[in-house]
């Protein structure tokens, strides 16, 4: 069965800082990632997917990840956050044939302070 | 419209009542998928649809959750006999033909049961 762990509940960063969120997974094959975004009371929002190919992924809003396959790994980042940033943030696994039926972890609750 | 809308944005139920929840996808989405998201969690698959087929509900945590798209465009999730533990929102997603692999989220339906 796929799982995903997010080990990290709840981050704060100062703004202008990195950030680093973590992201583990665990599925037969290699899998469909994504992270999405959400703000209270709005809906996710997709921040990027790796689906094949680069390792390196870049999405919207200056979001990277990194697909490492030996850690098991889909970790986001981004070099220097903003306050708007501040918000839950969700990995998804979701199998190949199936990747709409995602299986999200538990999210990571970012702050930004000034 | 623009986005996957939701209706109502809040719901409050007293314990023993039914709800209906809906869900209009984007126009011309194949696909549509109900999620659950209970507080503090990541969401939850429930139930998916490709048109007005309902090709997936080994989400659906008991048969008092039922869901519908009878002309393969809105669709209704209805709890009967809610009970406390439903409590959630509930979110609806949906996908184009061709796939694009986004999910577009909408805002979800908040439901409290009292």
């Not at chain 2, 419209?1 to 929840?21: C, I, T």
């Given at each position: 069965a796929q799982s995903?762990?997010?080990?990290?509940?709840?981050?704060?960063?100062?703004?202008?800082?990195?950030?680093?969120?973590?992201?583990n997974y665990s599925y037969g094959a290699t899998p469909y990632l994504f992270w999405y975004v959400q703000s209270p009371g709005q809906g996710l929002q997709l921040l990027l997917k790796?689906?094949?190919?680069?390792?390196?992924?870049?999405?919207?809003?200056?979001f990277e990840a990194e697909f490492k396959r030996s850690q098991s790994s889909f970790n986001l980042r981004k070099p220097s956050v903003h306050w708007s940033d501040a918000a839950?943030?969700?990995?998804?696994?979701?199998?190949t044939d199936s990747w709409g039926k995602l299986q999200f972890g538990a999210?990571?609750?970012?702050?930004?302070?000034p | 419209?623009?986005?996957?809308?939701?209706?109502?944005?809040?719901?409050?139920?007293?314990?023993?009542?039914?709800?209906?929840?809906r869900c209009d996808p984007i126009s011309g989405h194949v696909s549509l998928f109900w999620y659950?998201?209970?507080?503090?969690?990541?969401?939850?698959?429930?139930?998916?649809?490709?048109?007005?087929a309902q090709l997936d509900k080994s989400g659906l945590p008991s048969d008092r959750f039922f869901a519908e798209r009878p002309e393969?465009?809105?669709?209704?999730?209805k709890i009967q006999r809610t009970q406390q533990e439903d409590s959630a929102v509930y979110l609806c997603a949906s996908i184009p033909q061709g796939a694009g692999e986004k999910l577009f989220f909408g805002s979800g339906t908040q439901l409290s049961v009292l």
């Open positions: 995903v762990t997010q080990p990290d509940i709840h981050i704060t960063v100062s703004e202008g800082a990195s950030l680093e969120l973590r992201c790796y689906f094949s190919g680069d390792t390196l992924v870049q999405g919207i809003k200056g839950e943030y969700f990995c998804a696994v979701g199998a999210g990571t609750q970012v702050v930004v302070t | 419209g623009a986005g996957v809308s939701q209706s109502p944005r809040y719901k409050v139920a007293k314990r023993g009542q039914d709800v209906a929840l659950q998201q209970a507080l503090g969690q990541g969401p939850e698959f429930l139930t998916y649809f490709q048109n007005e393969g465009s809105v669709s209704t999730l």
